[in-house]
């Protein structure tokens, strides 16, 4: 069993979830790699909790970014881009 799924699995044993918990799984719950009861629950802590969807967009953008990374893009466009996260997200991309 692989540890994502363990970590699944407590997770669901819980009666519910909290924000740190939709925290470890928004990254596989966007990629669309979490078992479907899980993500039901992920889902419907999204519905009432801003602090989540906050997170939930966030997180989004940066897969965005990170695939678009991935493609070979003209020097400059990367650079503006890894500025730009480096800028909006507190982050330390380094060339
Ligand atoms: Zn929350």
């Known amino acids: 069993m692989s540890e994502d799924r ?14 740190a918990d939709v925290e470890e799984l928004i990254s596989d719950y966007i990629d669309d790699e979490l078992i479907v009861v899980l993500k039901a629950r992920v889902a419907s802590h999204l519905n009432h909790c801003e602090k989540c969807r906050e997170c939930e967009e966030d997180t989004r953008s ?12 003209p020097q400059d466009v990367r650079r503006r881009l890894r500025e730009k996260l480096n800028q909006t997200l507190g982050l330390n991309l380094q060339p």
Do not use: H, M, N, S
């Open 6 to 19: 363990e970590k699944e699995i407590r997770i669901l044993e819980k009666q519910a979830l909290e924000c």
């Open 62 to 73: 940066i897969i965005i970014l990170a695939k678009t990374l991935q493609r070979p893009v």
